[in-house]
């Protein structure tokens, strides 16, 4: 099965940027999505198919893809962001098809 | 605007099968694929399943099938998940999220989730 790995957490301070990796074989041939999570609630979509915003995302928000890693960016960090982000692939030959990253959790100091 | 509104949490001993509903609004229901994630706790996300609510075709994963049923119900707009002979490390939230396909597609919509508890 296709994996996706992700670091275990990200410090920043205010203000500043936040990179996430997500990193899989030949990551850059597919459509990367990104999903963010506050504790208690459920994941909401912030990227999908590597760099697009679904309508209501920030602009702070963006994301690249390329060969073995993923990356979202989070600029000008607010202490809102904190929260467990997630990668997510669609891999036809994998099962499940729908995979998703170990989660980074984006602490902001 | 789109919404998703699960069943609320649950108690089950080991053994026994739970049913969460998610009833969707804001959008037509056949449009868009229903998929089904878990999350144990501190876990990350693991994708169940997908219905084509205007089929009423599953699509489940391995690790879960024979275990899993989803379900929907077209005339209240309304999707179900069952999972059945019940283990303790089934415990975890369930999430019903809507994606435009069955195939690659971000999943767009998510449930507020259902936590489900499995013990003795």
């Known amino acids: 099965s296709y994996v996706l790995t992700q670091p275990p957490s990200v410090s920043v301070a205010p203000g500043q940027t936040a990179r996430i990796a997500c990193g899989g074989n030949?990551?850059?041939?597919?459509?990367v999505h990104w999903y963010q999570q506050k504790p208690g609630q459920a994941p909401v979509l912030v990227v999908y198919?590597?760099?697009d915003r679904p309508s209501g995302i920030p602009e702070r928000f963006s994301g690249s893809n390329s060969e073995n890693t993923a990356t979202l960016t989070i600029s000008r960090v607010e202490a809102g962001d904190e929260a467990d982000y997630h990668c997510?692939?669609?891999?036809?030959?994998?099962?499940?098809?729908?995979?998703f990253g170990t989660g980074t959790k984006v602490t902001v100091l | 605007q789109v919404q998703l509104v699960q069943s609320g949490a649950e108690v089950k001993k080991p053994g026994a099968s739970v049913k969460v509903s998610c009833k969707a609004s804001?959008?037509?229901?056949?449009?868009?694929?229903l998929h089904w994630m878990q999350q144990a706790p501190g876990q990350g996300l693991e994708w169940m399943g997908w219905?084509?609510?205007?089929?009423?075709?599953?699509h489940y994963a391995q690790r879960f099938h024979g275990r899993v049923t989803l379900t929907r119900d077209t005339s209240i707009s309304t999707a179900y998940m069952e999972l059945s002979r019940l283990r303790s490390d089934d415990t975890a939230v369930y999430y019903c999220?809507?994606?435009?396909?069955?195939?690659?597609?971000?999943?767009?919509?998510w449930g507020q989730g259902t936590l489900v508890t499995v013990s003795s």
């Open positions: 219905i084509n609510p205007k089929s009423g075709s599953p």
């Open positions: 030949n990551i850059g041939s597919k459509s």
């Open positions: 997510q692939v669609w891999d036809s030959s994998s099962d499940p098809p729908y995979v």
């Open positions: 999220a809507t994606a435009a396909c069955g195939g690659d597609c971000p999943i767009d919509h």
């Open positions: 198919d590597d760099s």
């Open positions: 804001g959008y037509t229901f056949t449009d868009y694929y």
